[in-house]
């Protein structure tokens, strides 16, 4: 007999904990999702709990799998095509594609990293990191990194160049051949940001 109470209290604690471990899923996919919505929901009066409850489930587990994708029609300005909200934060004359309105003067330049190239067989042999749009649109911004500088930026420009960064370059903004140019012959600060949607 008292061996049976044992296992009827192992049995009762083990449904306890898995009961607990339910909710705990439940709750933390319930979470996750608010941030994911398909704008087809419904809100809906209270029904019985194994209904609501599998209902429920259902459209977390769609809205889940299913991330809502930002497209450029999301965003605020197609030519700042972020969501994130630090970077949403930088002041519209720090944008790169105001950055004419800077030129000969010691500011802050931000946006997405277009392309990171080293130009080996140049004297030099600079890295070039193309900010907002490619070279030779002439809205492009770079940063010029000579190689004597390379050490200094090794793991930024590891981290930059697998695409989905951003970078904000504090320096004197001059011009070269008619293109928008930041150089490490002058004092520079940088930021960056790796995986930005």
């Known amino acids: 007999m008292r061996n049976m109470r044992w296992q009827i209290a192992r049995v009762m604690r083990i449904a306890i904990i898995l009961t607990m471990a339910f ?28 209904d609501g409850a599998k209902q429920n489930q259902d459209q977390y587990e769609d809205t889940w799998r299913q991330p809502k994708q930002a497209t450029p029609e999301t965003y605020v300005d197609p030519r700042w095509p972020t969501t994130n909200s630090q970077l949403l934060a930088i002041p519209e004359e720090q944008r790169w594609y105001n950055a004419w309105g800077s030129v000969e003067t010691t500011c802050t330049i931000a946006g997405p990293v277009i392309d990171v190239y080293q130009a080996t067989n140049e004297y030099g042999a600079p890295i070039f990191v193309n900010i907002g749009a490619d070279y030779p649109d002439p809205d492009c911004v770079t940063l010029v990194i000579w190689a004597d500088d390379e050490a200094e930026f090794d793991s930024t420009l ?40």
């Open 158 to 197: 590891h981290d930059i160049d697998h695409g989905n960064a951003w970078i904000s370059v504090t320096s004197y903004l001059t011009t070269y051949n008619g293109y928008l140019q930041f150089s490490t012959d002058n004092y520079v600060e940088w930021t960056y940001w790796t995986e930005v949607r």
């Open 23 to 50: 909710a705990l899923f439940a709750g933390l996919c319930a979470c996750g999702s608010s941030h994911y919505t398909t704008g087809t929901e419904k809100s809906s009066s209270a029904t019985s709990s194994s």
